[in-house]
């Protein structure tokens, strides 16, 4: 029996970005490949032909991430958080917080795990941090078991 797929969790921001790169891949980069797979024949031999081999194996690596994509889509569950209460957080919610050992404030968007972004504050509802603001109000302390060890949060403001 298979395993049952996964839903992929999105924003209506992050389906559009993945419609966006896969509609990308299948009309602009698939051609690209095929126009260098179609050169590189060209120089003669293709058992040592280092630019025929580059060019299949990005090939393969377009093709997997075209396969990846679809699946993502066909599974995805987008969160329309406008009907959330207003003072809870959710995925789709952007949070400040104030990191009670550093004095720090941060704020974090929760998103799904296909588009969290630590570098852009964008963190998967999977993470630690995600999972355990989750649920949470303002003005409630949070405490998170990470990597280098217990984090103390204060939800300061919530953004829908």
Request: glycine fraction near 6%; charge should be negative.
């Amino acid at each position: 029996m298979a395993e049952a797929e996964k839903h992929t969790i999105l924003t209506p921001e992050g389906l559009r970005k993945l419609e966006d790169e896969l509609e990308h891949l299948k009309t602009v980069k698939r051609k690209e490949i095929a126009e260098r797979i179609k050169a590189s024949k060209e120089f003669g031999d293709i058992s040592e032909n280092a630019e025929y081999e580059d060019a299949k194996n990005d090939q393969a690596f377009i093709e997997g991430r075209i396969l990846q994509l679809d699946q993502m889509l066909r599974n995805a569950q987008v969160i329309d958080n406008h009907n959330a209460p207003r003072d809870t957080i959710t995925v789709g919610s952007t949070v400040r917080v104030k990191d009670m050992g550093s004095g720090e404030e941060i704020s974090y968007t929760i998103v799904g795990s296909a588009e969290a972004d630590p570098d852009k504050d964008k963190i998967s509802n999977e993470s630690p941090v995600g999972r355990a603001l989750l649920g949470r109000r303002t003005g409630e302390v949070v405490e998170v078991t990470v990597p280098a060890g217990k984090m103390k949060y204060s939800v300061l403001k919530i953004i829908h």
